[in-house]
């Protein structure tokens, strides 16, 4: 049997993360870093994208970001086209952006 390692090496992949500055977007960055990827982060508020750049600059990952509100189809196809130009292609899109205030699901 192989190594784990080798089975999840992402190296020469390209990532993009919605929802990425931040909880679980964030993270899942980390990881894919961690394999070998290449990321681009995006999610609506640029400010937090730069912060979520210079935690990943601490534990020395580069990363990139795209403001964009997935929402609004111009976004998206700036989001994609910027990405693609950033990273060459896409390999792995992580569609994590969305939040949720806690409201039941009949009040949603």
């Not at 394999?35 to 999610?43: C, E, P, Y």
């Not at 989001?79 to 009949?106: C, Q, R, S």
Request: aromatic residues 2%; hydrophobic residues 45%.
């Amino acid at each position: 049997m192989g190594s784990i390692k080798k089975a999840f090496d992402l190296t020469g992949k390209t990532a993009l993360i919605t929802g990425g500055s931040r909880g679980l977007g964030l993270q899942i960055a980390e990881a894919l870093v961690e394999q070998g990827a290449k990321i681009v982060l995006s999610s609506r508020k640029a400010g937090d994208l730069e912060e979520a750049q210079k935690h990943l600059a601490k534990l020395g990952i580069e990363a990139d970001w795209i403001a964009a509100d997935n929402s609004k189809d111009e976004d998206i196809k700036r989001l994609a086209d910027g990405a693609i130009a950033k990273l060459g292609k896409v390999d792995i899109l992580v569609n994590n952006a969305g939040a949720t205030w806690g409201a039941l699901t009949e009040d949603h």
